[in-house]
């Protein structure tokens, strides 16, 4: 077994309860009496991958020692809503629908998809009205909201190689960070918990989501298709600059700045990704960025200091070391 | 001015001083500190239309004398709502973007449409969170699930001639009237109505919101362009069998609905809703469908009887009259 596929192993066992309980309320949630929808949400269930978000809201439950009855079902919860971003991450343009055929077939129309995401996203919301206090309601709504604000900057960003990197990080947070942030305020505070300990997870689950997302945007340039499972060097197809990118971006001659933009921007060019790596030395700037989400998720892990010693804790510590040593 | 302008000034007229509250808070919903969020926003302010889902809300309240400092904000809510159907409405597949490209290329693309409506579902469903009951959370998120197996529904019927009117009403029901209930139960009920009167107002929101999705569907095989504001034959171009056709449909001969399908199916034929005039006699089916919106509104306005009489229910009264009146 790998030293990541190890992680993983030990993070599940910590919480396995609470997440047989999770499962089998996803499960529940994943039917529909239309038989049009139950088809849909049969497929869906097959994206449910890692589900470390959800696993985080138990964890997190756990190492601030206030897990309820009602943690798996704001774990299910969260992952639904990740689950609703992840089927509207495959609504693609014309263009793209056809630059990605082969993938797309496999799915349904783009109207579906929209539809399927906004009823996992209701049903998500329905369910959280369900429970004993207003908390998840109120800030996975807000973090909702969030996410399509930071999807959106990111889209308007697209070739803009002079941003900076805390606009680069705003992005990453609000897109991704913000529902790990939410996931470890959530764990921490429901019900009952204190503000303090959950404005302290909060920081911890941002911290990590932010060195997720940083090695995510790493691995797409480095990772290889058959270990990911998906394609990679989307990013550069898209015109995301991303942190490796905006590093070598910044330190570069003229000339290599405007073989970078062409590589881009170029139109009919192929496998942009391996153009880039063959044109300009990104060693550098995957080095930068590997260090920046080091640092960030050691922070987070260093600040949980403060939780007395427990299994939970430690496995909150795998999880940031599994974001770091995860090749896929 | 036309009668139905007269109407809608009346309804409008009645609750002038929640609508302008409703306005207010809707404006303050629409903004957002990223400039390409609140670019977006600016552009969606402009689809707000009637909105007789938010003035229903007050209406209602008023009607059964339940009216409080919150109605207008659940009316901002509901519209929010509707909203976010709007804009998820538009996105469209490959195809249809090469069909319709005159209407798309005045938005943005598919990506940041799903985005904004994301956002207004998740702004919608968190300022709902900031109520003082959590009964509008509750029924918005179970309406907005409902909506979307309704349209994901409708999408699988499409070329489906066979399907029983009830059927094709459950969908209606599902994808629109189902906002209508919503909107007037939560005005009945909000907060601490009795679930009598709200049972009530829902059944009456139903039939009404019924009564108009099939007049919307007749319109789209009998309006102009130029006073609807929008394309009509698009139903037939899509593929959903409306209750019109259906009927018809169910009464013609072999030979009539092989050249019915034929017209929906056939590849390439321009024009399909003018192509089905000149072929079949529609007539039949208009006035049958015409009929049942009478029957659905009359019933939804008869069943208010028990509700003292006011200018409130008189301009319920008034919106169910111009839905039958309206010819756009």
Known sequence: MSRSKALLAEIVGSVAGGLGSMQEILEAELQDPSAAVADMLDHVAR??????????????????????????????????????????DDILDGAEVRRR???????????????????LYSRAFALSTELSSGLCSSLLSRTTKQICVGEIDQSTLRY????????YEGVCGAKTASL???ACE????????SEETGELMRSVGWNMGLGFQIIDDYLDLTGSEEIAGKTVGVD?????????VLHVYSEASDA??????????????????????????????LKYARKRANELIENALSS??????SQARSSIESIGEFFLERNW
Chains 1, 2 share one sequence.
């Open 47 to 88: 994206f449910r991958g890692k589900q470390l978000r959800g696993a985080l809201v138990l964890l997190v439950g756990e190492a601030t020692g206030k897990t309820s009855e009602e943690h798996p079902k704001v774990a299910a919860i969260v992952e639904m809503i990740h689950l609703a971003t992840l089927v509207h």
């Open 101 to 119: 055929v082969a993938c797309v077939n496999q799915r349904w129309n783009n109207q579906v998809a929209v539809l399927l995401g906004d009823y």
């Open 160 to 167: 803009d190689f002079e941003m900076t990197q805390e606009r």
């Open 180 to 182: 790990f942030a939410a």
């Open 186 to 193: 959530l764990g921490a505070r429901y019900p009952g918990g």
């Open 236 to 244: 550069v197809e898209d015109g995301k600059v991303t942190l490796p």
């Open 256 to 285: 290599v700045r405007e073989r970078i933009r062409e590589i881009y921007t170029q139109p009919e060019l192929e496998n942009r990704a391996d153009e880039l790596r063959q044109a300009v030395d990104l060693e550098a700037g």
């Open 304 to 309: 949980m200091a403060v939780l007395p010693e």
